[in-house]
T-cell receptor, first 113, second 113 residues
């Protein structure tokens, strides 16, 4: 619930602007990455994923960029809407046992109308 | 939304009591996971299952046990609950552990007094 958003970096944007949320991942062997959105009181919701053989992938209003050189992932949201307000976090699949994921702590996106 | 149901959604109990949380899926996915989510931490894996009766420990498995007697059900048990296990617990499922996303339920908020 609300406690998910505590102590997280916050990005505040105006409705209609583009948002960029960044994530540094930890393992250079990771080969699959996912972005999730989590609204208050709900479970994480899958947004988009990307494999390490790609640099960019686009979805509906979202784009994920992968820079393997600096182990950096970003999520771009076009024309941000109030309904986009949530905590966003990335996850990496480092290829460990059963392909378990490592999750980032997240960024709270706040959209001002 | 992926067909994942967690029960109960909220529970308050006392230290030392046993607690069982249930995750039920209708997707027939092979992999199921239990996570806990706490402020200041990303999602942390407790246990996971890669098939009926096949389970393994995650990062924070101490004090927890799991069982999977049917594809659709994955149970998490706290044999003797402690206050440090107060958390929000999420179940996730995936079809492919290495190259597909995990999909999450809406969580169980557990308070141990």
């Amino acid at each position: 619930g609300e406690s998910v958003g505590l102590h997280l970096p916050t990005l505040s944007v105006q409705e209609g602007d583009n948002s960029i949320i960044n994530c540094a991942y930890s393992n250079s062997a990771s080969d699959y990455f996912i972005w999730y959105k989590q609204e208050s009181g709900k479970g994480p919701q899958f947004i988009i994923d990307i494999r390490s053989n790609m640099d960019k992938r686009q979805g509906q209003r979202v784009t994920v960029l992968l820079n393997k050189t600096v182990k950096h992932l970003s999520l771009q949201i076009a024309a941000t809407q109030p309904g986009d307000s949530a905590v966003y976090f990335c996850a990496e699949n480092y290829g460990g046992s059963q392909g378990n994921l490592i999750f980032g702590k997240g960024t709270k996106l706040s959209v001002k109308p | 939304d992926a067909g994942i149901t967690q029960s109960p959604r909220h529970k308050v109990t006392e230290t030392g009591t046993p607690v069982t949380l249930r995750c039920h899926q209708t997707e027939n996915h092979r992999y199921m996971y239990w996570y806990r989510q706490d402020p200041g931490h990303g999602l942390r894996l407790i246990h996971y299952s890669y098939g009926v009766k096949d389970t393994d420990k995650g990062e924070v498995s101490d004090g927890y046990s799991v069982s999977r007697s049917k594809t659709e059900d994955f149970l998490l048990t706290l044999e003797s609950a402690t206050s440090s296990q107060t958390s929000v617990y999420f179940c996730a499922i995936s079809e492919d552990s290495r190259s597909g996303p995990q999909h999450f339920g809406d969580g169980t908020r557990l308070s141990i007094l």
